[in-house]
């Protein structure tokens, strides 16, 4: 699916960040830093023309959100893996960039390992989130709070399969039913937890330890 090196760009409005983070990546020989930008506009420029496999983007940007700049980049190249990668540790951050379309939410404060598993997590097509920023989704606001769905066998093993990463298709041929199938499953954990997309969808299933 991928070639041989999967191609970086980082987005951050610091060069010395920059710097740290191409210092990391570059141990790992997979990986290949096509670009890095610390305005969105030329970030938004490259990555329109090169359509890199990963962005790792910073949400503060001194010409555009990154929230925005996400939902720019998915609305033209939707198969691009954005993973953010920024200071914010507030829920309603990572939960506005994730429905806007971001593979997963990273602290700048993860470790090189954790950095590199969640570039690998996203490039095969999971949702990452590290450790602290779980924690941080797992608890939200009282006026978040809802009760658990009821969920059939059916539907969890559905939902675990959708956290793996794994494509209708591919739960289908794993559960042994018909792509159609899996679909309504689909629609009703999203009807269920009263989500949009499977970000939310994880993010909702992780708060109600479904996950």
């Not at 790792?56 to 940007?61: E, V």
Request: some cysteine; aromatic content about 4%; overall charge positive.
């Amino acid at each position: 699916m991928w070639a041989d090196k999967i191609s970086v760009v980082i987005v951050d409005d610091h060069s010395i960040v920059i710097e740290g983070i191409k210092s990391l990546l570059l141990l790992d020989q997979r990986l290949n830093i096509t670009g890095h930008f610390t305005t969105g506009k030329t970030a938004y420029n490259f990555i329109e023309r090169e359509r890199p496999h990963v962005v790792l983007l910073d949400i503060n940007l001194p010409d555009i959100n990154g929230i925005d700049l996400c939902r720019e980049i998915k609305t033209v190249a939707p198969e691009i893996k954005i993973l953010a990668l920024s200071n914010h540790a507030e829920r309603n951050i990572i939960m506005q960039i994730l429905q806007s379309g971001a593979n997963g939410y990273m602290l700048k404060n993860v470790s090189q390992q954790e950095l590199l598993k969640g570039i690998s997590a996203v490039v095969k097509g999971d949702i990452y989130f590290s450790n602290e920023v779980r924690e941080i989704i797992a608890k939200p606001a009282k006026s978040e709070l809802k009760g658990v769905p009821r969920l059939t066998k059916r539907e969890k093993q559905v939902l675990v399969l959708i956290a793996e990463g794994k494509t209708t298709q591919e739960i289908a041929t794993q559960l042994n039913v018909s792509p159609l199938t899996i679909e309504t499953h689909r629609r009703n954990l999203h009807f269920k937890f009263q989500v949009k997309n499977v970000a939310e969808l994880i993010m909702a299933a992780t708060r109600c330890q479904l996950l």
